[in-house]
């Protein structure tokens, strides 16, 4: 089992950045993709990022070169650095574990972009 636990959500203008957390229970980075998702009211979920555990990174391309993904492995934790935000990335944001069977997520942070 893993657990999830996001972090860093928050309310924010245009234009602005956050920064989302997701600590991971254990250390699971050489052997699980790490993705981000985010669900808007109304709508499915969707990606925004994955990283396998090689380091390869899949965009969603409205967030490239705004969003980066990146992990520390000592602190079994996953980050989504988020610039330029616009209103339309508004949504829940979830992290998620996943291993051929394995499928994990964490509990969603909310990213409000408004003025």
């Known amino acids: 089992q893993v657990h999830l636990v996001e972090s860093g959500g928050g309310l924010v203008q245009p234009g602005g950045s956050l920064r989302l957390s997701c600590a991971a229970s254990r250390s699971i980075f050489s052997i699980y993709t790490m993705g981000w998702y985010r669900q808007a009211p109304g709508k499915q979920r969707e990606l925004v990022v994955r990283?396998?555990?090689?380091?390869?990174?899949n965009y969603a391309d409205s967030v490239k070169g705004r969003f980066t993904i990146s992990r520390d492995n000592a602190k079994n934790t996953v980050y989504l650095q988020m610039n330029s935000l616009k209103p339309e990335d508004t949504a829940v944001y979830y992290c998620n574990a996943y291993r051929g069977v394995y499928d994990y997520w964490g509990q969603g942070t909310q990213v409000t972009v408004s003025s």
């Open positions: 990283l396998t555990s090689g380091g390869n990174t």
